[in-house]
């Protein structure tokens, strides 16, 4: 799969937006400012098909990216304290929207800042995955802000930071490129 060929195909703020799901989905989720946008470009090998945002929570839309025969979903960022009450019932009804639309989503690639510990956001995702039986990885961005010790000590936590047996860590940098490659074999497993 060439994953330099992906195009940003549409953008919906609302769950009676979204189409119908033809083709086998990639979603990519975390919270606000998690680095998912610099993933995502890191992965296609784009500087700003996905757009990085100063601002955390500032996107509100569910973004569709066609790269070849699949679909690249990046889904809000979860979790920013400063949006309104009503803007994250939104967000959650759009989430929840596209997660019960009966889509082909072959793989959600949730993603974790790798320097803190889990929110309970984050924990409460996995939850629904896991409880909802959908394929996942966890990538852990951010990797190259730490060092060494603090990397061993992260990776040697996770077991209780992350309470759930089988489940895929990739470590992940957006700077150094670490993890693209193992990233784009998960995902190229997981469409068959």
């Not at 919906?12 to 979603?27: A, H, M, T």
């Not at 984050?122 to 990397?151: A, C, H, P, W, Y």
């Not at 957006?174 to 784009?184: F, M, R, T």
Request: hydrophobic letters at 35%; aromatic letters at 10%; proline letters at 3%.
């Amino acid at each position: 799969m060439n994953f330099n060929n992906a195009i940003f195909e549409a953008s919906f703020g609302r769950k009676s937006q979204l189409k119908e799901s033809i083709c086998p989905e990639v979603v990519f989720s975390g919270r606000s400012n998690v680095g998912k946008s610099s993933l995502i470009n890191k992965l296609i090998n784009r500087k700003s098909l996905a757009r990085v945002s100063s601002k955390p929570g500032k996107t509100g839309t569910i973004n569709f990216y066609k790269l070849g025969k699949i679909k690249l979903v990046d889904l809000p960022g979860y979790g920013y304290a400063k949006v309104s009450g009503k803007e994250k019932e939104r967000w959650g009804d759009l989430v929840e929207g596209y997660f019960n639309s009966n889509r082909k989503i072959s793989l959600v690639v949730q993603i974790v800042d790798m320097r803190h510990k889990p929110t309970a956001d984050d924990i409460n995702m996995i939850e629904f995955l896991k409880e909802g039986k959908f394929n996942f990885v966890v990538v852990l961005t951010k990797s190259d802000k730490l060092n060494k010790t603090q990397r061993e000590q992260k990776l040697l936590s996770l077991s209780e930071e992350f309470p759930y047996k089988g489940i895929r860590f990739i470590v992940f940098s957006a700077v150094k490129g670490e993890g693209v490659d193992d990233l784009k074999s998960v995902i190229e497993s997981s469409i068959g």
